[in-house]
């Protein structure tokens, strides 16, 4: 997949933004390689997956997942089990109490609504119609939802935000900063490029969080690192965590606040 050369952007993007996330994309791609394409997960699994994997590094919610599988055998057992049995499997992730207990009645609900867990009734929706049903089961936001879409065998058109999106989008310049991932997803899916696929929208937003992870930190950006630097707005100008703890999500204060406290 590609975007539009230079001179077609001008012309045909209606949003200069459109314009910044191609070309962001484009520098991304000739320095991050990414896995190419990957076994999917049904939709069901990914959503268990996906809700492990909230506020949550990803070795730790895939293995979580694993042990989850490895015990129950089936997403229909697990729907069945109790918070006291799933807890032990998945006591690495974050906030392991409330996922044991929403994990679930997830599935549960599901099933009550549907008649089983095939979830390929999604396909046919409109995305818009499918993100409101997946965000009808508790526990499941906009983050999550789009995951399960997108990240999928659905392979719908849907983009990830997580917080290192967030914030890194944010000091591009492309969404207001403090957007939550509801408000940004909104904004930021019809700026997207009308020839990117749902592949392509999951490339880039493996290539996003990558460099969120390993370049634009929180509090401490590798600007001299970053191939967008001259593109970037914030470029050599992150303020210090003492100044960005009061617009931080709360993953990154708690991450500030682990970092204060040892």
Not at 19 to 47: F, H, M, N, W, Y
Request: hydrophobic share 40%; net charge positive; charged share 25%.
């Amino acid at each position: 997949y590609t975007c539009y050369t230079h001179s077609m952007q001008t012309t045909l993007f209606q949003d200069h933004r459109t314009e910044t996330l191609c070309e962001v994309d484009r520098r991304l791609t000739s320095v991050i390689r990414t896995l190419g394409k990957r076994d999917r997960l049904q939709p069901a699994r990914q959503l268990v997956l996906s809700m492990l994997g909230n506020r949550t590094y990803d070795f730790q919610s895939r293995t979580a997942y694993e042990k989850l599988l490895a015990s129950f055998r089936t997403l229909e057992a697990v729907s069945r089990a109790t918070p006291d049995q799933i807890m032990p499997l998945i006591e690495g992730v974050n906030f392991a109490d409330v996922k044991a207990e929403r994990i679930p009645s997830a599935l549960s609900y599901i099933i009550a609504v549907h008649g089983n867990l095939r979830m390929d009734f999604l396909k046919d929706m409109p995305t818009r119609s499918a993100l409101s049903w997946l965000s009808n089961i508790k526990g499941v936001g906009r983050k999550v939802a789009a995951a399960v879409l997108n990240f999928s065998t659905l392979e719908r058109p849907a983009l990830v935000l997580d917080s290192h999106h967030l914030r890194v989008r944010s000091r591009l310049g492309i969404i207001p900063a403090r957007y939550n991932a509801e408000k940004a997803y909104d904004l930021m899916m019809p700026l997207l490029p009308t020839e990117w696929t749902a592949g392509a929208i999951e490339e880039h937003h493996v290539k996003i969080k990558i460099l969120g992870q390993q370049v634009c930190h929180f509090s401490h950006a590798l600007c001299h690192q970053c191939p967008l630097r001259d593109i970037c707005p914030s470029a050599f100008n992150i303020p210090s965590d003492q100044n960005n703890f009061a617009h931080a999500t709360q993953k990154d204060r708690m991450r500030i606040t682990r970092v204060r406290t040892h």
